[in-house]
């Protein structure tokens, strides 16, 4: 996701604590602020007073439901939604998207399917405000550089030849540089929000870059592995923080 002046607070409305607690865990993992609503009166409560970015709304809610709550938080914001349910009706869906939610979806789902969809909500209301952050043709990290429009890249003023998902691999990690990455959001990337397939497909992609980027692949000095959470693209030649 785009990187906003605060963490991305995100309100989830679920009375299903088995459902609610490890969506909690992993959009705190994801480095989002959760508000936590275990029923429609407190989610509009919550909603009005915590400003979130988006919301995540279940439809069978105790006192309030979510297609209501949905309703009344369309009244007053323009906050995004989406809807979260065991209902996978075509009536609910387009009941709950006629109410102004901006995507729908089905129980069971994945975390990694929900954080695309949330990515992707995110990035289209910043398009509708014009606020979405413009990204440089060209990027240049130490003796790394990339041209997005050519597909180019270079090592030190020599070409360097990728394929098309080691250059987007590339090109997603020096966009963020000096941040860590998640693996769940280099897939969405580079491979499509629905892949599937052998998870270590990502670290193979990251080893061959290594291969061609690095003077010593085995001791990569730009393409750092965060364990148990993703990679991070580094200038070497920058300061650090770090006492």
């Known amino acids: 996701m785009s990187q906003p002046s605060h963490p991305t607070r995100i309100l989830l409305v679920e009375d299903d604590e088995e459902i609610a607690e490890p969506l909690v865990f992993g959009l705190r993992k994801e480095g989002c602020e959760v508000l936590h609503a275990a029923d429609g009166t407190q989610g509009l409560a919550l909603a009005r007073g915590g400003q979130p970015d988006l919301v995540l709304l279940d ?23 989406i809807m979260l349910t065991a209902r996978g009706q075509e009536l609910d869906r387009v009941m ?10 089905v129980k069971p789902f994945s975390f990694r399917e929900l954080m695309a969809r949330v990515r992707a909500t995110l990035r289209r209301r910043e398009l509708d405000r014009g606020t979405a952050p413009l990204v440089a043709e060209r990027v240049v990290v130490g003796g790394i550089a990339l041209d997005r429009a050519a597909r180019l890249a270079w090592r030190d003023g020599h070409p360097v030849e990728l394929t098309p998902r080691e250059f987007d691999l590339l090109a997603a990690l020096m966009e963020r540089c000096g941040q860590a990455v998640p693996r769940a959001e280099l897939f969405d990337r580079v491979w499509g929000d629905g892949w ?11 080893r061959w870059l290594r291969e061609k980027l690095e003077a010593d692949p085995s ?25």
């Not at 709950?96 to 979806?105: I, P």
């Not at 397939?197 to 193979?204: A, H, I, K, Q």
């Open 219 to 243: 001791a990569p000095r730009y393409l750092q592995t965060v364990r148990g959470y993703g990679y991070r693209f580094v200038d070497p030649g920058a300061p650090t923080d770090a006492p």
């Open 196 to 206: 599937i397939g052998d998870p270590r497909t990502l670290d193979v992609h990251v």
């Open 59 to 81: 439809v069978m809610l105790p006192g309030i439901d979510g297609f209501r709550l949905c309703r009344l938080l369309r009244e007053e914001s323009a906050v995004p939604v």
């Open 96 to 105: 709950g998207l006629e109410l102004g939610a901006d995507d729908y979806v």
